[in-house]
Nanobody, 125 residues
């Protein structure tokens, strides 16, 4: 089991950058695949990015690829989402998630067992 705590959300102007952090409890962080999802007002939750347990493999949604970077520091039990060139369409609540078991559906929320509380990211025009 793991508890996830997010930080780093806030308000930023279009074109700016933010870095979200998600810190996990426990001593088995490296055993979890980590992901970021977001939910915009009036929209369904969508996949943003994911990173393998070792950090050696990443995947991104097409809408953020080239602008966002997911990374992890297993020694700190933390996963990051560096967001650059932010657009108003990026406004959403961002959730980090941990997947405890292997799944080929790594881009799906069903692959993740634990979720953070969410961090609001608001991008102003």
């Amino acid at each position: 089991q793991v508890q996830l705590v997010e930080s780093g959300g806030g308000l930023v102007q279009a074109g700016g950058s933010l870095r979200l952090s998600c810190t996990a409890s426990g001593r088995t962080f490296s055993m979890y695949r980590m992901g970021w999802f977001r939910q915009a007002p009036g929209k369904e939750r969508e996949f943003v990015a994911t990173i393998s347990r070792s950090g050696g493999s990443t995947d991104y949604a097409g809408s953020v690829k080239g602008r966002f970077t997911i990374s992890r520091d297993n020694a700190k039990n933390t996963v990051y989402l560096q967001m650059a060139s932010l657009e108003s369409e990026d406004t959403a609540i961002y959730y980090c998630a941990a997947g405890a078991v292997f799944s080929t559906a790594r881009l799906s929320a069903t692959a993740y067992d634990y979720w953070g509380q969410g961090a609001q990211v608001t991008v102003s025009p």
